[in-house]
């Protein structure tokens, strides 16, 4: 990334001092560090840093040797550390990601920029270029997530369970999040059934380090079925 594009994203409105990146950690020190690099070295350091961690490896122990402020939790699932993780910062623009180094942190400046341009949430597709480095059946998965929330909610979307997001503050307070295993797909739909403006942008997406810890087939099926309840529910609310 350029000192010119990154000056140019950030020239006008919100700045990185304006930014939290946050994420929910669980036995992550093989990438931990590596990503908090990757975020000071793209802020300067001036990014706001929050972790929401049930790890019993040094994951916590990394994270604070990087500066992040750690929230320690019991582990209840993604949704509850991720939700947690959102709403603890008190800085306008929240950038949302994963801990295990699959997401591009060279596209924060990009992100705040589309803040800066007026978007309510802008939301990272790993699908446009190809996501090569995702597991077939993962992809797959999540090819037909996305079919199925375009098809409930009669809207387009392309990536609805990406770890990568931006938002602005006040959505993430406004709203009343209700899913654990779902939550990245309700994070979506629930502002974009509330006609804010929400922008998918493509993005890289990388081999993650460390193991997974979301089995496919019951991880699969609360997405889905979180999918159809939020769809309905902001269908009818």
Known sequence: MSTQRAERATDDG?????????????????????????????TDGRAEVVCVDGSSDRTPEI????????IEQEPRGYGVAVREAVLTPDRPVIV??????????ERLPDFLAEVNDG??????????????EMP??????????????????GE????????????RREVVRKIEWTENTGLSAELLMRPLMREYD???????????????????????AAIAKSIVRVAFEERFR
């Open 136 to 153: 077939g059946m993962n992809k797959l998965g999540n090819e037909l997530f996305a079919l199925l929330a375009s098809v409930l909610m």
């Open 63 to 70: 994270a604070r040797e990087h500066g992040a402020t750690v």
């Open 156 to 167: 387009r979307v392309h990536d609805t369970t990406t770890g990568m997001r931006a938002y």
């Open 198 to 220: 929400v922008r998918e942008r493509p993005i890289e997406y990388d081999e993650r380090r460390g193991e997974t810890k979301l089995d496919p087939l019951s991880g699969g």
């Open 14 to 42: 919100f700045t990185f001092d304006d930014l939290a990146v946050v994420m929910g950690t669980y036995n992550e020190a093989d990438a931990i560090g590596t990503v908090l690099s990757d975020i000071a070295d793209v």
């Open 96 to 105: 949302t990601t994963d801990c295990d180094d699959t997401y591009p942190m």
């Open 119 to 132: 978007a309510d949430v802008v939301s990272g597709d790993r699908l446009y270029y190809g996501a090569d």
